[in-house]
Structure formats: structure tokens, C-alpha cells
């Protein structure tokens, strides 16, 4: 799942084996961490505003704290591809099972992430709209919020009475947000002593995304399995052959002194581990390097002379990026949504065929991704069910990993257990480590429409049109036909008649097959293993 390239460009060049390939003997990259706050970044806008009434989400004492123990709540957590928002209407998402809200704020020119509940009878704000003056309206009574969260306006109040628009009870709990790397994020704490978090800790700064050399296309998924199981799939290159079969472009390996072979063409992967503490590990492998961020970062790169550093500016760091050297990049951020769910945002910069992704529209890109990306969902949704049955504490126990190709697995498991007890903090969601969400249909399971495209302009787009191409074409059959009918007198020649049928026939047959094309691009797709 980790090679979600399908359709990028030629993989086999860059890296020899897998789609996420193994990143391997690279130098040891340094922290992650991005520009100290005084240094102006061009790609970075800043939303701190917090409401009078903000409550609190999160037991984090303090945001730089150095405990041994993960604070979930005192990180950065990436929302969406800046892309993929609509400035004309609300959009809500859950992260580490937070409802938020994002929406546009016109009068300040920036996003805004608020709690999604209307404080008078807490309906979701992200079924509302931005009224005519530039407020976020709840549309079941009609209160507006302006962009700190105060309201506004509330319609039953009478205008000569009490202005109980104003009391600290009729604001909206507003979160700190962030964009970054073309990408908005959110502190996930309302409290106001978080108000300038940005000025103590950023977002993971990705130079990639930033430099003009590099495309960057981006994708979203929103998953039935939770985060741990998406990530450790993400670190685990052997499972490519086999989950994605007939799906990625693997290289097959001659094996020394290896008798049997098989036709995916799995072989031992070379993988070392590198100094693994609280702020995550990093990974050599046989032709490049990998990190893990915490919380949502996983980096992979194949370059032999770049390494991810602390630059002091963002310029410093797109420097280092402007030599000739053909370099791609995997990055995913891994999203813990809720239990038994997750987020995946991922985008694959690259300095070599600029020129495909302006020419072939993203969603095009995302057909190939989405069927990757389905190929082992159900594998992971029912593994995690079998985790949980065995409790999540004994994933050493219940989990047989003897070989090197699982090292990154066995890092981040060892990580989740030595400074987050083996799972996610919910906060004060606190569900029990066994409670997942029941088992849907396949049909559910595997849906692309809303676990994607309703998430993504490009491929809501590119079903609006093609969905409107459909019914022309079926209009234009019943058209020839129903003029067929009507003027085959007036048709004498065979040859005409003929031509009129058969355009019928084709514009028809055309509209199945686009309906067809639409069914399996973006509602549903099931990948049978057995047949592949």
C-alpha cells in the first residue's frame, strides 16, 4: 500500500524492488523539525484566534514537555490538502476524535477550524454556510460565529432586549491552525494559553512540497482501520508483491543460492533501524532511507546525497534540493480519525516529469491509487479485528516477525509500546482498547465515494462531468433514434440508414460503458486476490 504511484511514472528505475521500495544506506537524516518561527516562510499563513469560552480537549500541561510518555494532544495534525477545501462552504472532519469544522474565513482571508457544534443546541456547524457578511452560520436556528469564534448575531433575540449574543456561553471553541507545505493543520487543544502555539512548535516542515522543481500532487483516504494498522503498512515494503499484485511495477530479484522462487518475486530485504526515541526512529535500507515523524509523518526517499535537515530558513532548505540529481519522494501522513479509523494524506514529489502532472488531471492519478489502496484494505480491517481479539499489548506475542523486512514494523510497535502504552491516547474519548466499530458489507468497506470523493475537488469534479457526458450520450441515442423514426421515409439510401443506427448503437453502448467506467472509478471496486 506504501507505493500508491500507479499511474505517476515509470517506479522501477527509482526504486528496484517495491513500490515503496526499500529505502536503504542513505545518510542518517537529522531532526525533522522545521524554521525556528522568526524566520519568514512564504508558504506558511498562520490561524491562532481562540474564542472567549475555549475548552479544553487535551491534559497536556505543557507543549515542549520532555516526558517519556507521547503527548497525542501537544502536536501539529495535518486536516487536508489546502486543494481540496472549498472556500464557499464548510467541511467537517475528526482527528483523534475531534469533530472540527473548517471553514473560510473571508474578512480575515483565512482558514478557520472551530469545534463542530453550535453552542445553543449543539448542531454541526459544518452543515451551515458563510452568510453574505462573511460569518460561519449554523442553518438550524441561524446564529453566525465570526472568525474568533464569537457570535454575532442570534435571530430570536430581540434587537431592544439583553445582548445575549455576548455572553461567553453563545461562542464557538476555536482551534489553533496552521498552513503549511499546501496542507492546513490544527492544534488539536482550544485552551487560549495555546493561542501562539506556533511560536514554540510548527508543523514538520517537508522542503519538498514547497520547491518549485517538484511536483507535488496530493491525495486523501479516509480508511476502516486505525492508525497503528495504517502505519506500520506504510513502513512494511514485503507485502508489496503480494497484497498489490498485478497492481505495482515490482522488479523481480534473483536471490543467491535460492532454489524456490514464486511469481510475485518476494525476496530478503536489507532493513536497520537507527536511533528510535520519543520523537520516532529512522530506517537504512538498500538504496535510500526512511523516517518516522510522530505523530503522522512517514518519509521515504531513494536519494544518495540529500538528506531531511533543520534548515534555517525555508530558502536554505530548497536549496538543497536544486541539483541535477533525478530525486522522488514518498511522504504519508498517517491521521488517527477514531477508533478502528483513520486518515491517509500522501503525495509523491518528484524533480523528473514535471510535465505529466500538468498535462493529466489528478484524479486520473487517483484511480490507480484508490485501487492500491483498496487491494488490502479488507486485509487490514479484519487483521486489526484479530489484534484487538488478542488485546493490543500482545502484538509481540501475537505477531511471529522473524526476518528483517519487518524491521520498521517491529520499530514502531516497539515505539507505540514504549511511550504510548501499544495505542493511541483518545483523550477523553478513553474507549476500551477491544472496542472497534463493527464489520460492513465489502460494499462499505471498500467505498469510494465517501471515503474519497466528496473529499477531493479533482475527482468530484471529474464525476460531475463525466456523469453529464453519460446523459448526453444516452439523450443523443433516444435523439437519432426518434428522428430515425421519423424521417426513415425521407432516408432512401441503406448506407444512410445504417450510419444513423449505428451512431445510436454507439452513443448508447458508450454510455454503459462510461457508467461502468464511473461504478468502479468512484463508488466501488472489489479486488479478488485469487483472481489476480
Keep these: 500500500m506504501e507505493s500508491l504511484r500507479l499511474f505517476s511514472f515509470p517506479t522501477s528505475r527509482i526504486f528496484p524492488y517495491s513500490s515503496l521500495s526499500p529505502f536503504p544506506s542513505q545518510p542518517s537524516p537529522t531532526s525533522f523539525q ?42 501539529w495534525y495535518p486536516l487536508a490538502p489546502i486543494c481540496d477545501l472549498d472556500k464557499r462552504a464548510p467541511k467537517a472532519k475528526t482527528v483523534l476524535g475531534l469533530d472540527v469544522v473548517i471553514w473560510w474565513d473571508r474578512v480575515e482571508g483565512a482558514w478557520k477550524v472551530f469545534e463542530d457544534k453550535c453552542p445553543h443546541r ?34 430570536q433575540a430581540p ?63 479516509d480508511l476502516l482501520y486505525g492508525y497503528e494498522v495504517l502505519t506500520e503498512n506504510l513502513m512494511d515494503p514485503a507485502h508489496v508483491p503480494y497484497a498489490h499484485h498485478g497492481l505495482m511495477n515490482v522488479r523481480k530479484r534473483v536471490v543467491p543460492g535460492r532454489i524456490e522462487t514464486d511469481r510475485e518475486g518476494g525476496a530478503p530485504l536489507e532493513i536497520t533501524i537507527e536511533k528510535l526515541d520519543i520523537n520516532g526512529f529512522h530506517a537504512k535500507q538498500e538504496a535510500g532511507w526512511s523516517k518516522f515523524v510522530p505523530p503522522c509523518l512517514f518519509y521515504g526517499s531513494a536519494s544518495k546525497s540529500f538528506s531531511v535537515t533543520s534548515p534555517n530558513s525555508k530558502e536554505e532548505a530548497l536549496t538543497k534540493t ?27 514529489p518528484r524533480n523528473f516529469a514535471v510535465w505529466l502532472d500538468k498535462i493529466i488531471p489528478r484524479w486520473y492519478f487517483h484511480i490507480g491509487q484508490n485501487l492500491i489502496l483498496d487491494s488490502d484494505l479488507y486485509l487490514l480491517h479484519v487483521e486489526e479485528r484479530k489484534l484487538a481479539s ?117 452513443c448508447f453502448a458508450a454510455s454503459r460503458w462510461l457508467s461502468h467506467f464511473i461504478q468502479k472509478t468512484f463508488y466501488f471496486h472489489d479486488y479478488n486476490h485469487a483472481f489476480k
Design 159 to 221: 434587537s431592544l432586549g439583553p445582548p445575549v449574543h455576548k455572553n461567553e456561553k453563545a461562542c464557538v471553541a476555536v482551534y489553533p491552525c496552521v498552513e503549511q507545505n499546501k496542507i492546513l493543520w490544527f492544534w488539536p487543544n482550544t485552551d487560549s494559553r495555546y493561542k501562539d502555539i506556533w511560536n514554540e512548535k510548527t508543523p514538520p516542515y517537508i522542503p519538498e512540497l514547497d520547491d518549485p522543481s517538484f511536483t507535488s500532487t496530493m491525495g486523501t483516504r
Design 390 to 506: 488478542a488485546a493490543f499489548s500482545n502484538w509481540h506475542k501475537a505477531c511471529y516477525v522473524p526476518t528483517k523486512s519487518d524491521a520498521m514494523v517491529i520499530a514502531f510497535r516497539s515505539w507505540l509500546r514504549k511511550y504510548s502504552n501499544n495505542q493511541v491516547n483518545w483523550g477523553s474519548m478513553n474507549p476500551a482498547p477491544q472496542l472497534l466499530p463493527p464489520t460492513p458489507p465489502k460494499e462499505q468497506l471498500l467505498d469510494r465515494y465517501w471515503s474519497h470523493v466528496v473529499q477531493c475537488t479533482s475527482c468530484s469534479g471529474a464525476l460531475n462531468t463525466l456523469k453529464a457526458i453519460e446523459v448526453s450520450l444516452q439523450i443523443v441515442s433516444v435523439a437519432i433514434i426518434g428522428f430515425f423514426a421519423v424521417a426513415k421515409q425521407n432516408i432512401a439510401s441503406n448506407i444512410a440508414k445504417t450510419t444513423v443506427i449505428s451512431v445510436a448503437v454507439l
Design 322 to 348: 536544486t541539483d541535477k540529481e533525478q530525486r522522488f519522494v514518498l511522504i504519508f501522513l498517517c491521521v488517527p480519525v477514531s477508533p478502528g479509523k483513520s486518515r491517509l494524506i500522501y503525495s509523491f
Design 34 to 75: 522545521p524554521p525556528p518561527s522568526h524566520i519568514p516562510r512564504l508558504s506558511t499563513r498562520l490561524h491562532v484566534s481562540t474564542s472567549p469560552s475555549s475548552t479544553t480537549t487535551t491534559t497536556s500541561p505543557n507543549p515542549t514537555s520532555t516526558s517519556e510518555t507521547f503527548d497525542w494532544f501537544s502536536h
Design 122 to 155: 449543539l448542531a454541526p456547524l459544518s452543515e451551515g454556510r458563510v452568510d453574505p457578511q462573511g460569518r460561519l452560520q449554523c442553518v438550524y436556528h441561524g446564529w453566525c460565529f465570526d472568525g474568533a469564534g464569537t457570535c454575532k448575531y442570534i435571530p
